[in-house]
């Protein structure tokens, strides 16, 4: 079975940050776009960032500014750095990867073939 395994989630006061880390398989991450998508309680799952294999971003205008991906194709990782966090932005982070259309947006999550078990992120007011 091929796995993403999430980590770095946490309870933190709004205003703070938090890094989550996401390891794939080598062979699901070269070459593959990864994004992050998140599901709150009682709501769809939704995108917020995505990186390509290139090092082109986009984000969800809900964490633009807020948020960062990157990337380190040496240690099969992504990362999601998130600073100014908001009650809001509670909910469980998934990693995903996929080939995807080099014209597509990547910001949907049928678009993704591999999907991690999320790690939960928990912000206080």
């Known amino acids: 079975q091929v796995q993403l395994v999430e980590s770095g989630g946490g309870l933190v006061q709004a205003g703070g940050s938090l890094r989550l880390s996401c390891v794939a398989p080598?062979?699901?991450?070269?070459?593959?776009?990864m994004g992050w998508f998140r599901q709150a309680p009682g709501k769809e799952r939704e995108f917020v960032a995505v990186?390509?294999?290139?090092?082109?971003?986009y984000y969800a205008d809900s964490v633009q500014g807020r948020f960062t991906i990157s990337r380190d194709n040496a240690k099969n990782t992504v990362y999601l750095q998130m600073n100014t966090l908001k009650p809001e932005d509670t909910a469980n982070y998934y990693c995903?990867?996929?080939?995807?259309?080099?014209?597509?947006?990547?910001?949907?999550?049928?678009?993704?073939?591999?999907w991690g078990l999320g790690t939960q992120v928990t912000i206080s007011s």
């Open positions: 995903a990867s996929g080939r995807g259309d080099p014209l597509a947006t990547m910001s949907s999550d049928g678009e993704y073939d591999y």
């Open positions: 080598g062979r699901i991450f070269k070459g593959y776009a």
């Open positions: 990186i390509r294999w290139s090092g082109d971003t």
